[in-house]
């Protein structure tokens, strides 16, 4: 009988984070200042602390990953991966899936890799006090964790409706110490000003991340953090990969496919791209983003430079985008509500080197529950998408007979989410496909950079 969790030691856990940046065919499009001129590293130096901007510009290969944050790795890696063998059978599937489990850290998702690394990074320059935000609640209890193992008081703007709906993510970053608030608020410029036009305003991540951008920048021992996008988040993220690479060594095995859920980029980044070095060297590999049909930034935006926030207080970044200003429907995958997407990760698309898809919401959800029916785990709805293409591919080998190797990441458990699965079992879930109108709306309000 095979393996049916292949598990690795601590020793194990990579000594080092991959930066894809040197492997990939062009440099990464440099962020711009309000002026359309790109900006130096100094322009960062507000709001995060200088080995984190180093490592968001940098092109080497490798970088070491600090002894004290290994340690704290240890306490749930390397993840386990597992062979699927109940849902292939439930599946009826000639295919051989894989998931790499990243729900087993403290706050159940893939992010306290980054979460960790970034309060080290803080803590080590001096920093008191982080700021940051978060929709779905996953990103905040990730950094609450953190922060407080190293000591570091964090604040988090929370988009107002998640606030009101998920009430055990805020009891749970209060936990580990965090102070949690119902974004807009009337602390910031930001804020006032979205409360001004609306006082009830249900908030957005733009919205929360200018709160929190603007008070990181007014403060000299308060930096800001974030969840996803920026280069150095999923750099963060590759130790996922590696393992992930490692454990299908010791089986014998390689994907033909890997999959991730794709909200700002990170877990894929994470588990993908450590597969791409072996891509750019020649190896056959499909990487594949899946993000809902509600937010399809990848799949439906536009790739532009575009702001990261509502108010317009970071630079332009180049990406996928489905304007700064968007504003998603309730769709229930809270972490994948970002208007745009990864640099690295829209680059990769634009020139063909990855793939992308969009996935409905209500077959999404029914992939979460077969999954959970075979597996047993129950999976945030984020990693719905991914288990939602997974099983479409696994099913399209049912057809042709073909024994594919698939690879998915389950970027979380769905154990706070539990609200999201009565819905759709109450038949309240809607399938929504973003208007083109809408999105051609939101496209009007993208800056104009000549040249770009
Ligand atoms: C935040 C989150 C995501 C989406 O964010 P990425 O940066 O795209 O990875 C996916 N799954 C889970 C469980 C999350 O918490």
Not at 339 to 345: A, Y
């Amino acid at each position: 009988m095979s393996q049916l969790k292949i598990l690795l030691d601590e020793s194990d856990i990579p000594t080092q984070w991959y930066n894809i940046v040197a492997d990939m065919p062009n440099p990464p499009a440099p962020p711009l200042g309000p002026d359309g001129k790109p900006i130096g590293p100094e322009a960062l130096t507000a709001i995060f602390p200088m080995p984190i901007i180093e490592q968001e510009v940098s092109a080497e290969r490798w970088i070491d990953i600090p002894e004290a944050v290994r340690d704290i790795y240890r306490m749930w890696r390397p993840s386990p991966l597992f062979r699927a063998r109940a849902l292939e059978r439930a599946l009826g599937t000639p295919a051989k899936i894989y998931y790499k489990y990243e729900g087993v850290s403290p706050a159940g998702s893939h992010k306290p890799n980054t979460a960790v690394a970034q309060a080290y990074y803080n803590q080590q320059v001096g920093i008191k006090r982080l700021t940051t935000e978060t929709g779905a609640g996953q990103w905040g209890s990730a950094l609450a964790l953190a922060g407080q193992m190293f000591g570091i008081e964090v604040r988090v703007y929370m988009v107002k409706v998640s606030y009101e709906q998920k009430p055990f993510r805020r009891s749970m970053m209060q936990t580990w110490g965090a102070e949690v608030l119902a974004s807009p608020t009337n602390l910031t410029n930001a804020g006032r000003k979205i409360l001004a036009e609306d006082a009830a305003s249900a908030g957005s991540l733009g919205i929360a991340i200018s709160e929190a951008v603007e008070e990181a920048a007014s403060r000299d021992d308060t930096n800001y953090s974030l969840g996803s996008v920026l280069n150095h988040v999923l750099l963060h993220q590759t130790v996922i990969g590696q393992e992930a690479k490692k454990q299908l060594e010791k089986v014998g095995d390689y994907p033909d496919m890997v999959f991730a859920p794709c909200g700002g980029g990170s877990n894929f980044g994470g588990i993908a791209f450590p597969f791409f070095a072996d891509k750019a060297a020649g190896k056959q590999v499909r990487l594949v983003a899946v993000e809902p049909s509600s937010c399809p930034t990848l799949t439906r935006g536009q790739y532009a430079y575009d702001f990261g926030d509502t108010a317009g207080l970071t630079p332009l970044m180049k990406m996928y985008t489905l304007g700064h200003d968007f504003i998603p429907p309730g769709i229930h995958a809270g972490g994948l509500r970002y208007h745009g997407d990864s640099v690295l990760v829209s680059q990769l698309y634009n020139e063909g080197l990855i793939e992308a898809v969009a996935v409905p919401q209500i077959v999404t959800f029914e992939a979460g529950v077969i999954f959970a029916r075979s597996e047993g785990i129950i999976p945030a709805p984020e990693s719905n998408h991914a288990i939602r293409a997974c099983i479409d591919e696994a099913l399209r080998c049912k057809q042709s007979g073909e024994a594919k190797t698939l690879l998915f990441n389950l970027s979380g458990h769905g154990h706070f989410d539990m609200a999201s699965y009565d819905r759709y079992f109450s038949g309240e879930l809607e399938d929504y496909d973003y208007p083109e109108e809408a999105i051609a709306r939101s496209m009007q309000n993208i800056p104009k950079i000549a040249g770009a």
